[in-house]
């Protein structure tokens, strides 16, 4: 049973492009979305995250758009470059103290200079 | 500050070999984990720590045994190596074990991860 969905498994986008991954969920007593994104032969680094009782987050070029009421959430990434070729993870934690994070099964970014 | 280290950065064994993988943090952080990373499976919960001497399974645990007697330290075994357990194996701390409060206290740091192969 797969807890986070994340779709599409890989991704190409052109430079200046924006690139668009998504994730879903079921549990709801997830409380915490972040998202990862980790470069070859590094380990994953937190790169944004949201609560539910927002419905958008921006951090420069990234944001994470959720709609809870659809159990789903999205990273964009504006005017992608090449640079952000990496994987991204997304992952949810449930409240009530558990520190446990569940990850979708990632997707490979690659953007085209 | 180094945040979180793991050692060895490669391994190989051979089939029924014990190992341990070690794993530091100087964030005087209260939770720590193990996950592993395989093609297409995302990263699986091993086994993971609130705190010194407090541990309990992930999703994955079968073969693998934790011990947490210092925060700093979260060592990671295996008891009789597998091919099946030829992974990226990743620790990750954080300063915060609930989901309440700033969002900065849930950030899990991870290590740069250990690739081990069983033959």
Redesign the interface.
């Known amino acids: 049973q797969q807890q986070v969905k994340q779709s599409p498994q890989s991704l190409i986008v052109q430079k200046g492009g924006i690139s668009i991954i998504n994730c879903a969920y079921e549990n709801t007593a997830f409380d915490y979305f972040p998202w990862y994104q980790q470069f070859p032969g590094k380990g994953p680094a937190l790169l944004i995250a949201i609560r539910p009782d927002v419905s958008e987050k921006k951090e420069g070029r990234f944001t994470i758009s959720f709609n809870k009421s659809a159990k789903q959430f999205s990273l964009h990434i504006m005017d992608s470059q090449p640079g952000d070729s990496a994987t991204y993870f997304c992952a949810a934690k449930r409240q009530g103290g558990s520190e446990k994070l569940v990850f979708g099964k990632g997707t490979k970014l690659t953007v085209n200079p | 500050n180094a945040g979180?280290t793991q050692t060895p950065k490669f391994q190989v064994l051979k089939t029924g070999q014990s190992m341990t993988l070690q794993c530091a943090q100087d964030m005087n952080h209260e939770?720590m984990?193990w996950?592993r990373q395989d093609p297409?499976?995302?990263?699986?919960?091993i086994h993971?720590s609130?705190g010194a001497g407090i541990t309990d399974q992930?999703e994955v645990p079968n073969g693998y045994n934790v011990s947490r007697s210092t925060t700093e330290d979260f060592p990671l075994r295996l008891l009789s190596a597998a091919p099946s357990q030829t992974s990226v194996y990743?620790c990750?701390s954080?300063l915060?074990?609930?989901?309440?409060g700033p969002?900065a206290k849930?950030?899990?740091?991870?290590?740069?991860?250990t690739r081990l192969s069983v033959l």
């Open positions: 979180v939770y984990s996950y297409g499976m995302g990263l699986r919960l993971y609130v992930g990743f990750a954080s915060y074990s609930g989901t309440s969002l849930n950030i899990q740091y991870f290590g740069a991860g």
